[in-house]
């Protein structure tokens, strides 16, 4: 076991913690400083709430020696900028909301808050969660622990570099096209999109609301299941949360696949891909093989119309929920505009960065009159079809495996200027969110010492089914255990 | 076929975006580019396929209509750009 705090796993912490070898205020400490060490290099964090974190922590210390812990309690977490903190500033990394202040807390907030979290701050992200790198935040990118020139991936980028950077112990994300897989994969640690309607979005600003879910990145599975068992659940906040009951997740890790049936999408193997990626995924699958899963191939044609039908329904749910940034209640408002238009129009100009600007003209444009049955209902049509090829899988398989990109990390500033080369970086997860499936990032290899990502997809709410096989794969590998030399 | 630049003009309008001469450009280009790709979905046969709108099977989540406080007003009013005794301050709306 590791002697650096910061670098301890939630289970790991906890024993610690139970055991009184380690308090809550030292853990924080540790990621506090790890923050001031490596922060100026990673850029993981846009607001750094550290007398907030040590008033928690020695909260939690007290709880703790009052014998009540759980396995979160006194755990430096760092949360996703897109959900809201009560009295801490929630920008979702844009200009439009650098001043902003909820008034309530999102209910995984709450939820982690009961539970005793140590919130040490909010993490970086790309604008309003969209993009694939990172660097569409309006403050700073965030670059790749794993080598500083290369991007974390994104939207999420800021929670999974924290993770692989050891700022924080465990992260939140949130996932509409793969903002929590993709910067997963990227930057070596695991990050699990929850089936749609699994976790609450109250208080989480909204993007695309038919495909954003929350969930969690953390240094391996059991951490994942820790976290889950958290913030899964019904809302009545929140009416497209299911009301399924919340298994405990760690039930499922028993390191046994025996028997399970694992489906390989041959379209998820796509042109273009890297072949140092396709190798080390093929590896794995061997892996799972020796480890007595049933592997098969399957075929989902219609993977190659996802880029579209997402590039169509995202933007234009985004140009709806979007609407509400106009200067009036809150956030950023243009001054000296003539009148009330002119407010308008300058606030959202200066206001939203260049690829959310891009993606409301996208989405209006979408829906606008005359191109409504041509783009959007097209795309919902599309959109049944790529969902039943998914059911259709699943009738024969329980999970399928992919690689989480078809690419290692690309450099900085390679693909920003692009956006279609840059949406080609989501190419292998954005069908999960279509057909509002649970995915699992975790690591599966190196090339060159940048990170590969496997992706494993079940149904909907089969997350045990994935956090078994792949708290399997980590019992029989160590990728998840590499850290980054900083 | 690039967007003319009327087109993104009236796409700016509806989404209420202050547009510049270079945005205009980068837009016409831009957008073209990504509808391109778009292309793509006419090929698929669609016909009697319902369109998907969430992947949940839940509807009319219904709920008690009850009542509950609502955020005390200061704590609104915090994040207002302008506010004006307990509202919010914005131009003339009629002219």
């Known amino acids: 076991m590791t ?50 974190a040590l008033e928690q922590a020695r909260k939690a210390d007290e709880l703790i020696g009052t014998g009540d812990i759980n396995p979160l309690t006194g755990v430096p977490a760092l949360i996703k900028d897109v959900m809201c903190t009560r009295g801490v500033r929630t920008t979702c990394s844009s200009k439009m909301l650098e001043n902003f202040v909820p008034p309530y807390d999102a209910a995984v907030v709450e939820k982690l808050n009961e539970a005793g979290m140590v919130m040490v701050g909010k993490a970086n992200m790309d604008e309003f969660a969209m993009g694939s790198s990172t660097e569409h935040s309006a403050f700073h ?20 570099a924290a993770v692989a950077a050891g700022e924080a112990i465990y992260t939140l994300g949130s996932d509409t096209g793969g903002s929590i897989r993709q910067p997963a994969g990227f930057c070596s640690v695991t990050g699990l999109k929850p089936t749609y309607g699994r976790v609450s979005r109250y208080g989480l600003v909204a993007f695309a609301s038919s495909l954003d879910q929350i969930g969690p990145l953390t240094q391996d599975v059991t951490d994942c299941a820790l976290v889950m068992n958290v913030i899964a659940g019904h809302d009545s906040r929140d009416s497209t949360s299911a009301p399924q009951p919340v298994p405990d997740y760690t039930q499922c890790l028993t390191g046994d696949i025996k028997g399970m049936k694992i489906g390989i999408p041959k379209e998820y193997f796509v042109e273009g891909m890297q072949p ?3 190798t080390a995924i093929r590896v794995v699958i061997e892996q799972l093989q020796d480890m007595g899963a049933k592997v098969g191939e399957v075929s989902l044609p219609h993977t190659r119309h996802a880029l579209a039908v997402y590039y169509i329904i995202a933007p234009s749910e985004a140009s709806a929920n979007l ?26 100009q200066h206001g939203f960065g260049a690829e959310v600007k891009r993606r409301i003209m996208l989405g209006t444009y979408a829906l606008s009159a005359g191109y409504y049955d041509a783009y959007y209902l097209k795309a919902q049509k599309v959109r049944t079809l790529i969902r039943r090829e998914f059911d259709e899988a699943f009738e024969k398989y329980d999970v399928l495996v ?6 290692v990390p690309f450099e900085i500033g390679e693909k920003v200027d692009d956006p279609v080369q840059m949406y080609l970086a989501d ?3 954005l069908p ?5 499936l649970p995915g699992i990032s975790i690591p599966a290899g190196f090339a060159d010492n940048l ?6 997809i079940s149904k909907p709410f089969a997350e045990e089914t994935i956090l078994k096989i792949a708290h399997a794969y980590q019992q029989a590998t160590d990728w998840h255990m590499r850290k980054p030399a900083l | 076929m690039k967007l003319s630049r009327e087109e993104v003009l009236h796409i700016a309008q509806l989404a209420r975006l202050g547009v510049s001469d270079e945005d205009v450009e980068r837009a016409r280009e831009q957008l073209s580019n990504i509808l391109e790709n778009f292309e793509i979905l006419q090929s698929v046969d669609t016909d009697d396929i319902p369109p998907t709108a969430q992947s949940l099977v839940l509807q009319n989540v219904l709920r008690e209509d009850e009542s509950c406080d609502s955020f005390p007003r200061k704590d609104i009013l915090a994040n207002a750009p302008q506010e004006d005794e307990d509202s919010f301050r914005v131009r003339a709306v009629l002219e």
């Open chain 1, 276 to 278: 140092e990626v396709e």
């Open chain 1, 427 to 429: 190419v292998c997860t």
């Open chain 1, 402 to 407: 992919a690689p989480t990109s078809p690419t």
């Open chain 1, 451 to 456: 990170p590969i990502g496997m992706q494993i």
């Open chain 1, 3 to 52: 002697t650096d705090y910061n670098q301890l796993t939630i289970h790991e912490a906890n024993k610690l913690l139970k055991d009184r070898q380690v308090s809550s205020v030292e853990l924080t400490k540790a990621c506090l400083e790890r923050i001031q060490q490596v922060e100026s290099k990673v850029g993981a964090i846009v607001t750094v709430t550290e007398e907030l």
């Open chain 1, 432 to 436: 999960v969110n279509i057909a509002g």
């Open chain 1, 141 to 160: 990118p965030t670059h790749n622990p794993w080598n500083l020139s290369r991007v974390p991936g994104g939207s999420s980028g800021g929670s999974a």
């Open chain 1, 323 to 348: 609407a509400r940034y106009d200067g009036t209640k809150y956030g950023f408002r243009y001054q000296g505009a003539d009148t009330m238009w002119d407010t308008m129009d300058k606030t959202r």
